[in-house]
């Protein structure tokens, strides 16, 4: 892979690639884009580790992703110094792929549904358990099976991207390739996951429906095929930074959090942020701040000052392997602080991620999920039947569909008409853009738990 072709400007769905200049570039109007859609917006109702959380300081999945696309900018501002360098640019500069890596980084959880990764677990387990899935599986192929048994974030969210977001334009939001290629972490399709090495077998970044746009993403910055997966690709270079600045933020700020509710003690979290700093004069300087919350706020500072310097020196010592496609690891598990961030993840797996009433609304979050697509699911299902034997749907199935969004159920579309792979993706993406409290609201609704109250 080669630098001129991975940070392409060309916009997914135009024709040509748009000029870079040294005022407001592509790259950072790619930003502006995500920070000012709906999608985005919606995450500050969707959890990072607290679903429905009482306290205001406690992130939701907006400040995280805000916070991973401002620590995203330093790394791809410091790693685009030396691949400026390096490459010896006329028009493009280390802020531009620092713009590509902030943009990237502020979207990578934009698909999440609902109630945190219980949603998505959810999701998965009702595909392969229902009795209603069961019936709609029956027509579809293997690689459309596979899209929902392994349903994936990720993917979820290069479709809002490249589609859902402005559903008019081919392209979606028509951000640049690069931005695109930066963003997908896991450039395969679903049924292919399980045959590659390394990072990339985790997940999958798009569904059939988005397979050809992403073939163009691939095709205009030149990402590698990966031998003998005919949809797969080895990643984008910067989808190292993009997956480093998501691994510092969720290690070091839900700590904090976990900190902030009580669960981590200050012995402990500044143990295990100075594990990082290594400077003993910080901890005595942080010791002589007189407000708690301004101690530990300021170690959080160092501990990211220090790791974001270890990613960039690390980028840079495998940019060769990285930009060959051949590099298999986070660049996390690879600096000096590695160790300090694995006893960090144990002790969040320990005590933070199972803090009792996070489970308790993630493990309602598998109810609820479940709820919602056996309803609606069943409902589109027996419209869609009904329309095309010429007979009538039942009233229940009828007025369950008229609560979902028009943009989720084309009845004049003939693939949703023929589809119920395309029926059961428009419900995803329903239930997908769904904040907490609306899931929770809608639930109770459909359930008969509460009604409407107010004037008509």
């Known amino acids: 892979m080669n630098w001129r072709e991975l940070l392409s400007s060309q916009r997914l769905g135009k024709n040509k690639p748009e000029q870079i200049s040294l005022g407001r570039s592509p790259f950072q109007q790619d930003f502006d884009r995500i920070a000012f859609s ?74 999440n549904p609902p109630l945190g990764h219980s949603g998505e677990e959810a999701i998965r ?86 397979r050809d746009l992403f073939c163009k993403v691939a095709e205009n910055t030149g990402m590698k095929k990966i031998p003998g997966i005919e949809f797969g690709w080895k990643r984008h270079p910067l989808v190292f930074l993009v997956e480093a600045a998501d691994d510092i933020s969720y290690h070091i700020v839900d700590f904090e959090d976990g900190h902030m509710l009580g669960i981590i003690s200050y012995d402990d979290l500044e143990e295990a942020f100075m594990r990082i700093i290594r400077q ?20 959080r500072a160092k501990a990211l000052g220090q790791l974001v310097g270890e990613i ?72 869609a039947t009904a329309k095309a034997e010429g007979t009538k749907a039942s009233y229940r199935s009828r007025k369950l569909q008229q609560l979902i969004p028009e943009r989720y159920r084309d009845e004049t579309d003939i693939e949703w008409q023929q589809s119920a792979y395309v029926r059961l993706m428009n419900i995803l993406d329903f239930i997908s853009s769904m904040t907490d409290s609306y899931a929770v609201s809608l639930y109770k609704k459909i359930k008969g738990i509460s009604l409407p109250t107010g004037n008509m």
Not at 66 to 76: A, D, F, K, L, V
Not at 375 to 381: G, H, I, L, S, W
Request: aromatic share 10%; hydrophobic share 40%.
């Open 280 to 299: 003993d004069y910080i901890k005595e300087f942080a010791r002589s701040l007189k407000e708690p919350e301004r101690r530990v706020e300021f170690l």
């Open 38 to 111: 709906s999608a985005f917006r919606r995450l500050q109702d969707k959890a990072q580790v607290f679903p429905l959380a009482e306290s205001a300081y406690v992130r939701t999945r907006l400040t995280h992703s805000m916070e991973t696309s401002c620590i995203g900018r330093s790394i791809g501002t410091g790693a685009g110094v030396y691949i400026c360098e390096q490459e010896k640019f006329e028009n493009i500069q280390p802020s531009d792929i620092g713009a590509i890596v902030a943009a990237a980084a502020l979207a990578h959880d934009i698909g």
């Open 125 to 210: 387990h009702w595909f392969c358990t229902s009795k209603v899935a069961a019936e709609l599986q029956s027509s579809m192929s293997e690689s459309e099976r596979a899209d929902i048994e392994n349903y994936e974030g990720n993917a979820q969210g290069f479709r809002v991207l490249s589609k859902l977001q402005m559903p008019d334009n081919y392209g979606g939001m028509q951000l640049t390739c690069a931005t695109l290629g930066a963003f997908a972490k896991y450039p395969v399709e679903s049924i292919n996951i399980k045959k590659l090495p390394g990072i990339a077998a985790k997940k999958f970044n798009f569904f059939q429906l988005e």
């Open 312 to 383: 960039i020196e690390c980028f840079i010592e495998h940019h060769d392997e990285i930009l060959a496609g051949e590099l298999q690891e986070s660049l996390i598990d690879l600096i000096p602080s590695a160790e300090a961030l694995q006893l960090i993840r144990k002790r969040s797996q320990k005590d933070v991620y199972t803090y009792r009433r996070a489970v308790e609304i993630e493990a309602a979050g598998f109810e609820l999920t479940e709820g919602l697509l056996d309803a609606f699911a069943c409902a589109v299902n027996e419209v």
